[in-house]
């Protein structure tokens, strides 16, 4: 990038006036949540025990699982859920829902991951039979997984003191988060991470069985920066001039449109937790990727990262960052060069390095 001098004179003023200008923005709470409920509706819907054996205690085997992954635990792991039988209240809301978000005014709420269809009536079964378990699983949950996750939060506790993960975000993607609080909820039997829309909350699992390994900016960085620039609560990155021309680019090259979203939220899980120092500076996240087209995109970001960081007249946000890159990668000049090959996204990519890299099961 060969710009002269006085144009790098005013890329560093202006990167003065930006960290002023969020350092004077009002600051995003965190707010850490647990809930027994939540993990009990991982266990119950997806039979998931993770470290804990609780099929010897609870037998479910006879009971059904549910093949779309919900957000109806995150959901639940909201409310201060004082009786089981409050979950039947909040589950009318998957009555006759087809979609997987469901609009209320004045922000959406999302009430799956996929695209895969649910039945009410199910729910409601399964609900109804977990029941009479509920209360062995409780006793079991109040002495071998809640100290888990107060252990873990703890640990993002001190880490927060170190670094404001939110502020850090918001000052590395040049965008503000639209609301000011975010909800952190520790579910020890997630399969992995996740973000959920209104309220805006982010959850995750303890990633092994001593919950010993915390990294904020791992989990913060990957969903918070779907929330900052998603088309639901975020500043929308694909009303962008560009996000048409960098679509299709990636289309044509074998990828789908969500990889560009994608791509960026694991590079950006990486790189909040080592602008936090929480993670060595010479880990790169594309190293742990197998899918080619995210694989480039994410090394893209990497070599381009630092020009985004000395030029914001060059890339006001985050998203012009996202697409100019991969506009360039993607680009015919480039194509030749990077040798494009065709997979179909794996999931696994996400959640690469087993507890190192939190990912996200869910794009
Ligand atoms: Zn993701």
Same mark, same amino acid.
């Given at each position: 990038?060969n710009?002269v001098?006085y144009?790098l004179? /005013?890329?560093? +003023?202006l990167s003065f @006036?930006?960290?002023?200008?969020?350092?004077? +923005?009002? &600051?995003?709470?965190?707010?850490?949540?647990?809930?027994?409920?939540?993990?009990?509706l991982y266990?119950?819907?997806?039979h998931?025990?993770r470290?804990?054996?609780?099929?010897?205690?609870?037998?479910?085997d006879?009971l059904?699982? /549910?093949?779309?992954?919900l @957000?109806?635990? &995150?959901m639940?792991?909201?409310?201060?859920?004082k009786?089981?039988?409050?979950l039947? !209240?909040l589950l009318?809301i998957y009555k006759?829902a087809?979609?997987?978000?469901?609009?209320?005014?004045?922000?959406? /709420?999302?009430?799956?991951?996929d695209s895969?269809p649910v039945?009410?009536? +199910?729910?409601?079964i399964l609900?109804? !039979?977990?029941?009479?378990?509920?209360?062995t699983?409780?006793?079991?949950w109040k002495?071998?997984?809640?100290?888990l &996750?107060?252990?873990?939060?703890?640990?993002w506790?001190?880490?927060l003191d170190?670094c404001?993960?939110?502020?850090?975000?918001?000052?590395?993607?040049?965008l503000k988060?639209s609301?000011?609080?975010?909800?952190?909820g520790?579910?020890?039997?997630?399969?992995s991470g996740?973000?959920?829309?209104?309220?805006?909350?982010?959850y995750s @699992?303890i990633f092994?069985?001593?919950?010993?390994?915390p990294?904020l900016?791992?989990? /913060?960085?990957h969903e918070? @920066?779907?929330?900052?620039?998603n088309?639901?609560?975020?500043k929308?990155?694909?009303?962008?001039?560009?996000?048409?021309?960098?679509?299709?680019?990636v289309?044509?090259?074998?990828g789908?449109?969500?990889?560009?979203?994608?791509?960026l939220?694991?590079?950006?899980q990486?790189k909040?937790?080592? &602008?936090?120092?929480f %993670?060595?500076?010479?880990?790169k %996240?594309s190293d742990?990727?197998?899918?080619?087209?995210l !694989?480039?995109?994410c090394?893209?970001?990497?070599?381009n990262w630092?020009?985004y960081?000395?030029?914001p007249?060059?890339?006001?946000t985050?998203?012009?960052f996202?697409? !100019?890159?991969?506009i360039?990668i993607?680009?015919k000049n480039?194509?030749?060069?990077?040798?494009?090959?065709?997979?179909?996204y794996?999931s696994?990519d996400?959640?690469?390095a087993g507890s190192?890299f939190t990912?996200a099961?869910?794009?």
């Amino acid at each position: 990038m060969n710009l002269v001098k006085y144009v790098l004179f /005013i890329s560093i +003023t202006l990167s003065f @006036t930006k960290q002023n200008l969020y350092s004077k +923005t009002k &600051e995003v709470k965190i707010k850490f949540v647990y809930s027994p409920y939540a993990d009990f509706l991982y266990f119950l819907f997806y039979h998931n025990q993770r470290w804990f054996n609780l099929d010897s205690i609870i037998p479910v085997d006879s009971l059904p699982t /549910i093949q779309s992954l919900l @957000t109806f635990p &995150e959901m639940v792991a909201l409310k201060n859920i004082k009786d089981y039988k409050e979950l039947y !209240k909040l589950l009318e809301i998957y009555k006759n829902a087809t979609n997987k978000i469901v609009v209320f005014k004045p922000k959406p /709420i999302l009430l799956k991951h996929d695209s895969l269809p649910v039945s009410y009536d +199910t729910l409601r079964i399964l609900i109804k !039979k977990g029941e009479k378990y509920f209360p062995t699983f409780k006793k079991y949950w109040k002495q071998n997984i809640k100290p888990l &996750e107060e252990k873990l939060i703890d640990k993002w506790k001190k880490e927060l003191d170190s670094c404001h993960v939110i502020k850090k975000l918001q000052e590395l993607t040049r965008l503000k988060f639209s609301f000011d609080t975010i909800y952190v909820g520790c579910i020890a039997l997630h399969f992995s991470g996740s973000a959920y829309f209104y309220p805006p909350a982010i959850y995750s @699992t303890i990633f092994n069985k001593e919950a010993n390994s915390p990294d904020l900016g791992l989990l /913060i960085g990957h969903e918070s @920066t779907h929330l900052l620039i998603n088309e639901y609560v975020g500043k929308n990155w694909k009303k962008h001039p560009l996000a048409e021309k960098a679509i299709s680019l990636v289309i044509k090259n074998g990828g789908k449109e969500y990889y560009i979203e994608e791509a960026l939220c694991l590079f950006m899980q990486v790189k909040l937790s080592q &602008e936090c120092n929480f %993670m060595r500076q010479n880990i790169k %996240m594309s190293d742990y990727l197998k899918d080619p087209i995210l !694989k480039k995109l994410c090394k893209g970001f990497e070599k381009n990262w630092e020009n985004y960081k000395k030029y914001p007249d060059k890339y006001p946000t985050i998203i012009d960052f996202m697409l !100019k890159t991969a506009i360039q990668i993607f680009s015919k000049n480039y194509s030749s060069y990077i040798g494009i090959r065709r997979y179909k996204y794996s999931s696994s990519d996400s959640s690469p390095a087993g507890s190192i890299f939190t990912g996200a099961v869910v794009p």
